[in-house]
């Protein structure tokens, strides 16, 4: 398994403002994802963070709101931009780790946003 | 990736086998179902995951059917600490990703 951590574990920010989320993994990894979980719903995939290139977002989520970095094999950043009430959420980062079992995926403790 | 369905809501009793079940009609041959559990306010939780064997671990058993339309995960000894979401997944060999879907949530009760 792998020590996943992100940082700020929670914050509270105000509608229009920016908050970078920094997730740090322990081992080397393949794959970076980041995912949302809305309040009362399941997780929703936003992007693969790829090493040294753009991130691969998924339907309904764009670069200019959610920018990532990947700039080495154990750590990335997510952005939230201009935020309003409805990015409140958790976001996760997730990683599959390289060498093991490449098919088994963990996840970091989740940062708590709230936008008022 | 196929899509997977859960009941919304089970009860277990303290000390008594969980049996969560799953169906995933439409899995492919390439499919694996992974099981994840998120406990309230922390990340998922790998928990297992099988292609067409029945697997084992030190957390749970893993039943796939033989014709892999269904599965169920069992917790053998439920204790409060399992009250949690738990999710079915079915993933496809070299998919980068996994979707969830709605989960169960199982409450193990006193």
């Known amino acids: 398994s792998a020590v996943i951590s992100q940082k700020p574990s929670r914050d509270i920010c105000q509608r229009g403002t920016s908050l970078t989320i920094q997730c740090q993994v322990d081992s080397q990894v393949t794959m970076m994802f980041w995912y949302r979980q809305q309040p009362g719903q399941s997780l929703t995939l936003i992007a693969t963070?790829?090493?040294?290139?753009?991130?691969?977002?998924e339907s309904g989520f764009v670069i200019d709101k959610f920018p990532i970095s990947r700039p080495n094999l154990t750590f990335s950043t997510l952005t939230v931009s201009n935020m309003s009430p409805e990015d409140s959420s958790i976001y996760l980062c997730s990683v599959r780790l390289a060498g093991g079992s490449s098919r088994e995926q963990y996840f970091g403790p989740g940062t708590r946003l709230t936008v008022t | 990736d196929a899509k997977t369905t859960q009941p919304t809501s089970m009860d277990c009793a303290e000390g008594r086998a969980a049996n969560l079940p799953c169906n995933h009609s439409t899995i492919s041959g390439n499919e694996y179902v992974y099981w994840y559990r998120q406990i309230h306010s922390q990340g998922p939780q790998y928990i297992i995951h099988?292609?067409?064997n029945n697997e084992t671990n030190e957390m749970a058993s893993l039943i796939i059917t033989e014709d892999r339309k269904s599965s169920t995960l069992i917790l053998p000894h439920a204790t409060l600490r399992d009250t949690a979401v738990y999710y079915c997944i079915v993933r496809a060999t070299g998919a980068n990703n996994l979707f969830f879907g709605t989960g169960t949530r199982l409450t193990v009760i006193p």
């Open positions: 963070a790829n090493q040294g290139s753009e991130a691969t977002y």
């Open positions: 099988g292609l067409k």
